[in-house]
C-alpha cells in the first residue's frame, strides 16, 4: 500500500468510509466500545459525529480501533485506511503555504493539481490556469481594492505556480471553453489585455490544450448560470466539479451535480466555435486592441 493509492479527496473519503463502516450502530454503542479499548484514547459521541463528517481528523490507531468496534477484519482495508488517515493529516503543498491563496480555494487548487483532466467554462474571466501575470494582477486588484503590493505579488506569484501541472511529465490535460466576452472584457490596460490574448493563442497550440470560444452571437444557454470547473483523477477516484461566487466555495461530488456539469459543458461544446475558428477571433480582437487609438 503506497501513497499512490491516496485519493485526492482523501479527508472526505475516509469520513465517508468510516461512516458507512459504522452502519446502522449508534454511536453511543460505537464510543462505549472504543472506550473499553486500552489506550484508544478520548472518545465521545460528539468527536465521532465530526469525524464522520469530515469536521476532525483521526490518528491511524484510531482508525484501527474503529475498525475493531466495527468486526472488520479485512487487512487489506484496514492498511488502506490507516494510509488515508496519515495522509489526511498532513497538509498538501498548497496548504503549507497558506497564505499565498484565499483560504476559500486551498482545497480546489490541491485537487486541480492531482487531476490529470480538468475543463474549465468560464462566461466572465480567462481562468486561473491560463491567466498571465499581468492579467492575474488586474483581476485580483479588481476583487481587492485594498490588498497590498506585497500581498497582490504573493497572490500572483502562486496562481503562476498553479500552472505548473500543464508543464510536467505527465501534463494535464486541459479544455478550456471561453465566452467571447471574456476576450473583449476590459481586464486592465490595453498592453496587459493584448499580451493575454496572445497567451492563449500560444497555450491553444499546446498538444494538452484545448481552446474553444462560444461567439456571442450563440444566444441563451445553460452556461450563463456561471463558470465550473470539471476535474478527473488518474485513481479509481470519482470526478468533482466546483465552481464559487459571492457566497463562497462549491465542491459538487455528487454524481448527479457532476453529470449536471458535465451535460452543459456537452452543449456548449456543441454550439462553441471550433478550435481555429476560436483562435482566428481571439488574432481579430487582438487586431481590434492594437487598432484602437491610445
Not at 480501533?65 to 493529516?89: H, I, P
Not at 505556480?161 to 479544455?175: A, G, I, S, T
Not at 465552481?243 to 456548449?268: A, I, K, M, Q
Amino acid at each position: 500500500m503506497t501513497e499512490e493509492n491516496v485519493p485526492p479527496n482523501v479527508r472526505k473519503r475516509l469520513a465517508a468510509e468510516l461512516k458507512a463502516l459504522r452502519g446502522e450502530r449508534r454511536q453511543e454503542d460505537v464510543v462505549r466500545a472504543l472506550l473499553e479499548i486500552p489506550g484508544s484514547g478520548s472518545w465521545s459521541a460528539s468527536k465521532l459525529s465530526k469525524v464522520e463528517n469530515n469536521q476532525a481528523r483521526v490518528q491511524p490507531d484510531e482508525v484501527e480501533d474503529l475498525l475493531a468496534v466495527f468486526g472488520v477484519r479485512d487487512e487489506e482495508l484496514l492498511s488502506r485506511l490507516k494510509l488515508w488517515a496519515k495522509a489526511a493529516r498532513r497538509k498538501g503543498r498548497w496548504q503549507q503555504h497558506g497564505r499565498d491563496l484565499p483560504e476559500s480555494i486551498r482545497d480546489f487548487v490541491e485537487y486541480e493539481e492531482l487531476a490529470s483532466v480538468q475543463r474549465v467554462w468560464e462566461p466572465l474571466l480567462v481562468p486561473a490556469m491560463c491567466q498571465t501575470a499581468g492579467y492575474a494582477a488586474s483581476v485580483i486588484l479588481g476583487l481587492e481594492r485594498s490588498i497590498t503590493e506585497e500581498e497582490l505579488q504573493r497572490r500572483v506569484d502562486a496562481r503562476l505556480r498553479r500552472q505548473v501541472v500543464l508543464d510536467r511529465e505527465d501534463p494535464q490535460e486541459l479544455w478550456v471553453l471561453l465566452d467571447e466576452r471574456v476576450l473583449r472584457g476590459v481586464v486592465g490596460p490595453r498592453e496587459v489585455r493584448v499580451e493575454q490574448l496572445h497567451h492563449l493563442v500560444n497555450l491553444a497550440a499546446r498538444d494538452n490544450v484545448t481552446l474553444q470560444v462560444v461567439a456571442a452571437g450563440a444566444g441563451p444557454h445553460p452556461g450563463l448560470t456561471g463558470w465550473f470547473s470539471l476535474m478527473e483523477f488518474p485513481d479509481d477516484s470519482a470526478d468533482i466539479a466546483y465552481t464559487d461566487g459571492v457566497y463562497g466555495s462549491l465542491y459538487l461530488e455528487d454524481p448527479e451535480d457532476v453529470r449536471g456539469c458535465t451535460l452543459v459543458f456537452g452543449h456548449l461544446l456543441g454550439i462553441a466555435l471550433t478550435t481555429t475558428e476560436s483562435v482566428a477571433l481571439i488574432h481579430r480582437v487582438i487586431g481590434e486592441l492594437t487598432q484602437e487609438p491610445q
